[in-house]
């Protein structure tokens, strides 16, 4: 028994050292793979991603930046990070994915990811973009992305595609002025409308609406006695809008205000035949009651050839409204960038329709005051010219009635006398400096 024990053990001691021989044999081709564990870390962190694990594939992807900021997969894993913040959603999600996407561009300004960086932070915020008539921050976050993605990489394969979100932010932010517009304009508010539509149509020519735009503006300088300033916006509806519904009857207006009819434009022409080719998608009757539930905007009518607008809007694009009747000055936009850019008159001080200084009264009280006998008996311009020994009171009041004695005043009789601060007022009235 003892001799067969012995047998046994040596029997097993030897299978024991020989499995650890050939296990060691077998671990020889792990080391060839140890050699790339970024790329292990990469690739385990892509398919984690790819199955919607965002945040088990993110974790992995940090460890590979901190562990191996040498790799020559550090610009991929950052730019994957961001892409599954993107591919996540919701504020967060996309909130989380532009800053990524930002520090990329920021680490890595000259890889050709930096263009794809720069679009995926436009279509971010256009994603998250709302209706005309709400929150307008994203859309002109999205738009100031798309403009600097065309003006940085011109000559990108994703420039089209590029252009064509900016043309439906575009779309939506101009609709919102529109409608305001449209609110005022029928409202009878021709200055706060005017104000709008100016801005409206010189900074989104591809708006959809924007020959109805400026049809308001051409009514509304022609019922302001405006005829050339009218002319004008009848004149950009023929040239710019060559196909509109409106062409016609902006002919028959310019031949009313003795204007000639300019020509189409040869671009304009073949934009507006090119979107009367286009396919549409319009939501169906079943849809549309389902439409107030959704927050995104409706883009179908946005252009889809043509130029957008690149040009970013001043912070001091001041408009300057001052449609008076009978006056000089017309309304115009200070900070537009269209064509459009001599509708502002300037009125010099003293001519016809001038307003007055901001320390002077307006001018009806003031013309109704110059009317009225001056209180000291004198000429109103030297009426503040009171001796130095003399009360206010005594040169700034008479009796009406000459036969009135001044004592009456004073038993009651007859008129109070008015208090100093009261015909010091009066003063001012008549000779306001």
């Known amino acids: 028994m003892k001799r067969n024990f012995r047998l046994l053990s040596v029997v097993l001691l030897a299978s024991l050292l020989l499995a650890g021989c050939f296990g060691k044999k077998k671990s020889q081709p792990v080391a060839g793979t140890s050699a790339e564990p970024d790329k292990v870390l990469f690739e385990r962190a892509t398919a984690d991603i790819k199955k919607g694990h965002y945040g088990v594939g993110r974790l992995t992807l940090q460890t590979l930046i901190n562990t191996y900021p040498d790799s020559e997969y550090l610009a991929k894993a950052k730019l994957a990070i961001a892409d599954s913040y993107s591919k996540e959603g919701g504020t967060a999600g996309l909130t989380q994915a532009v800053a990524e996407y930002k520090d990329f561009i920021t680490f890595f300004p000259f890889l ?58 575009q779309e939506v932010l101009a609709e919102g002025d529109y409608r305001i517009a449209h609110f005022y304009y029928v409202k009878g508010s021709k200055r706060a409308a005017a104000a709008r539509l100016l801005d409206l149509t010189n900074r989104y020519p591809l708006y959809s609406q924007a020959d109805r735009a400026l049809w308001m503006l051409g009514n509304i300088f022609e ?176 009796p009406a009635d000459p036969d009135k004695k001044p004592d009456q005043d004073k038993k009651g009789n007859g008129k109070k006398k008015e208090s100093s601060s009261k015909k010091k007022k009066g003063l001012r009235k008549i000779v306001p400096w």
Do not use: C
Request: aromatic share 4%.
């Open 112 to 169: 050709d990811e930096a263009a794809y960086a720069q679009m995926q932070v436009g279509k971010a915020h256009y994603r998250r973009m709302e209706k005309p008539d709400r929150d307008r921050t994203e859309g002109r976050l999205a738009e100031e992305e798309f403009q600097t993605f065309l003006q940085k990489y011109p000559n990108s394969p994703l420039a089209p595609q590029a252009e064509q979100w900016l043309r439906e932010v």
């Open 223 to 398: 019922s302001s006695e405006k005829g050339d300033l009218a002319a004008r916006y009848y004149s950009r509806i023929v040239t710019d809008y060559p196909l509109s519904d409106l062409a016609g009857d902006a002919k028959g207006r310019l031949t009313k205000l003795g204007v000639p009819i300019p020509q189409p434009n040869t671009e304009a022409l073949a934009r507006m035949q090119h979107e009367r080719e286009v396919e549409r998608k319009h939501r169906g009757l079943l849809r549309r009651p389902l439409g107030i539930l959704r927050s995104a905007p409706d883009v179908s009518t946005a252009a889809t050839a043509g130029k957008p607008n690149l040009n970013q809007p001043s912070d001091a694009s001041a408009t300057l409204e001052t449609l008076k009747p009978g006056g000089q000055t017309t309304v115009g936009s200070a900070g537009s960038t269209g064509g459009n850019t001599t509708v502002i008159e300037t009125v010099k001080p003293g001519s016809p329709g001038a307003a007055p200084p901001n320390n002077n009264p307006p001018p009806e009280s003031t013309s109704a005051a110059a009317n009225q006998p001056s209180a000291a008996g004198t000429d109103p311009s030297k009426a503040d010219a009171t001796p130095p020994g003399a009360k206010p009171e005594e040169d700034a009041a008479k």
